[in-house]
């Protein structure tokens, strides 16, 4: 006796699941990511802390956790470790000294030189196209937005 499937129930699939598809694509960006990231002494957040600063040149610590959707708790180790591999350097705001600022070191500032080939990297590895990808990024920006 072959049982009969309800149709609502497709939508309890997981093939037909928008969070899983973004979980899985999420774990494969990260597989290419990482590779390219290593090379350059980065962690994937990491590397998120720098685009923030390569752009900024500085932002306090709460100004990085706005632009990253992070909290102080998740940013202040990845920090220090930023700190230790001697990219940025933490300093108490002249006007504020309850404000850390976080600058790039010369090293951090060197550092951005070898990062403009990655997202060239990426496209060529992730093999979506260019016009895809555009598409895709106004898609998920809408998404996070609502």
């Keep these: 006796m072959s049982k009969v499937k ?13 969070c899983f598809s973004l979980y899985s694509s999420m774990h494969r960006m990260m597989k290419i990511y990482r590779p390219l990231l290593a ?8 590397y998120l802390v720098m685009l923030v600063l390569w752009e900024e040149e500085e932002a306090s610590v709460s100004r990085l956790g706005d632009r990253l959707q992070l909290d102080s708790g998740t940013l202040t180790p990845l920090l220090k470790r930023l700190e230790q591999s001697g990219f940025v350097e933490r300093m108490r705001s002249q006007e504020d000294e ?4 976080v600058s790039l070191t010369k090293n951090g500032k060197q550092l951005r030189e070898k990062a403009k080939a990655i997202p060239e990297q990426i496209f060529c590895l992730s093999g979506i196209e260019e016009n895809q990808a555009i598409q895709l990024k106004a898609i998920l920006d809408e998404l996070a937005q609502s």
Excluded: F, S
Excluded at 6 to 18: H, M
Excluded at 39 to 46: C, D
Excluded at 98 to 101: E, I, K, L, S, T
């Design 6 to 18: 309800n149709p609502t129930d497709e939508v309890l699939l997981l093939k037909n699941q928008i």
């Design 39 to 46: 090379a350059m002494g980065l962690t994937y957040p990491q």
């Design 98 to 101: 309850r404000v850390v600022v």
